[in-house]
């Protein structure tokens, strides 16, 4: 169970998995200026003082929710070559991010409202993966496939800016061509692996 | 005077101009769902009619008014390198992309309901600037920068993409460090252009 940084009281773990699941389906149905507190006990059958007691207030009870999200990031399989490593990454990356859409969709609005919801959603969605493709270029290297080891802050930054701006900006799908146009076109030859 | 595709009567310019000031005004003060056809004509002194003679609907007025926002889209200067020609490139986008942020914002959740809008943003704010990039890259082979015209398509999708991540998503400025971080980090490594 995700520990957030503001907890104050503990609640049944099936309690408070209720609560998140009801703010997240409210983020996504009537988005975060719209989700009410009244709203979220009334789905979660619980009071609102015991929403009260567990978060200070909407910016919190959101970071916890999204912070819930992160669980289902996925695990960076080792298919034997950085080519299929990186098809196998940026693929689980779209599915993570095609359910985390209507959720960020909603925020957008209200993060130019409330900065710290900007740097909530930077902590526990946009910041995430760098470990996880570090290890990817590391087996690279460790196959003679990469010289040295590479930049996958960077790597990190440009899938996750092409993946964000076809889902929410261009609206094309997040389609297996597409994610071998990324691999193939910008994020081995950023990495200097130009060959096929 | 941007042609409409959908342009049934002409209106005088400056009622035009006025027209579709209020339709940019709307879209980033109330949205796009929320943006009456009643509001845009109070607030250019026209009538209904006179705007349904002009335009069919909300998604062409809407086209109309996106077209026009695409006339303040930056020259790119010749730097005399494609090092600044980039940074200059990627400056201009900044701040026009800055501008068009809060109408950008107001139609992402339209563009989910109503797939024809993603076809016009598309057009008129995401597609644009090929054009002008590849001159900078021809200009790069022809001073003997880049060995062969590189891809300005995949350039300008990566760009662009950084910028609205930034822009919409984490929130951070588009400030010139930053420029010359996506510069030096991302498109010259892409162009097979490393060194500094």
Do not use: N
Not at 35 to 51: H, L, N, Y
Not at 56 to 61: A, C, I
Not at 84 to 91: F, N, P, S
Not at 139 to 164: F, I, N, P, Q
């Amino acid at each position: 169970m995700p520990q957030s940084p503001a907890t104050q009281h503990r609640l049944d773990p099936a309690r408070e998995t209720a609560i998140l699941d009801a703010i997240r389906e409210l983020l996504a149905e009537v988005g975060y200026d719209r989700m009410s507190i009244d709203e979220v006990a009334r789905r979660a059958r619980a009071s609102k003082a015991t929403i009260y007691r567990r978060w200070s207030g909407k910016p919190d009870m959101v970071a916890a929710a999204l912070h819930g999200l992160m669980i289902d990031h996925p695990p960076l399989p080792d298919t034997g070559s950085l080519r299929g490593d990186l098809i196998a990454a940026m693929t689980g990356f779209c599915r993570v991010y095609e359910r985390k859409q209507p959720i960020v969709l909603s925020l957008l609005a209200a993060i130019r409202a409330d900065p710290s919801l900007g740097r909530l959603l930077h902590e526990h969605v946009l910041s995430t993966g760098v470990t996880e493709t570090a290890a990817v270029l590391d087996r690279a290297v460790a196959r003679g496939e990469l010289a040295a080891s590479a930049d996958a802050t960077t790597l990190v930054e440009v899938g996750k800016a092409l993946l964000w701006h076809r889902l929410l900006l261009s609206g094309e799908p997040l389609d297996q061509p597409w994610v071998i146009h990324v691999v193939d076109d910008v994020l081995r030859p950023l990495l200097g692996v130009a060959d096929r």
